[in-house]
């Protein structure tokens, strides 16, 4: 059965890093564009960043570029998001899914939630002194 596990979420002050990962189990991630989406209490799922199947193509919504930078490791089947320099509107839930694409795909745009057939559980990150 498909599964995505996300870990690394956690408490950190403003300013703080962190790294989110998320295994894949079932299904191969070379064949899968792999988007980090997050929600917020009382707000809607935001599209956060995105990696192609060939892990070549990466996208960012405007208030993480620069700050937040995604990595697919074909050969662990796991997608890393690192996150600096965090803030404290970046307390969220962080969810990885994946949406099947060809294999090799160099570009991606996260796009709409509906895309994406395979979901994580989410891991909590919450950004306070």
């Known amino acids: 059965q498909a599964r995505l596990v996300e870990s690394g979420g956690g408490l950190v002050q403003p300013g703080g890093s962190l790294r989110l990962s998320c295994a894949a189990s079932g299904l191969g991630l070379d064949y899968y564009r792999v988007g980090w989406f997050r929600q917020a209490p009382g707000k809607g799922r935001e599209g956060v960043s995105c990696?192609?199947?060939?892990?070549?193509?990466?996208n960012y919504t405007d208030s993480v570029k620069g700050r937040f930078f995604i990595h697919k490791d074909n050969a662990k089947n796991t997608v890393y998001l690192q996150l600096f320099d965090l803030k404290g509107e970046d307390t969220a839930k962080y969810y990885c899914?994946?949406?099947?694409?060809?294999?090799?795909?160099?570009?991606?745009?996260?796009?709409?939630?509906?895309?994406?057939?395979?979901w994580g559980q989410g891991t909590q990150v919450t950004v306070s002194s």
């Open positions: 990696v192609s199947s060939s892990g070549h193509g990466t």
């Open positions: 899914a994946a949406a099947r694409e060809d294999l090799g795909a160099p570009l991606c745009t996260v796009g709409r939630d509906s895309e994406y057939e395979y």
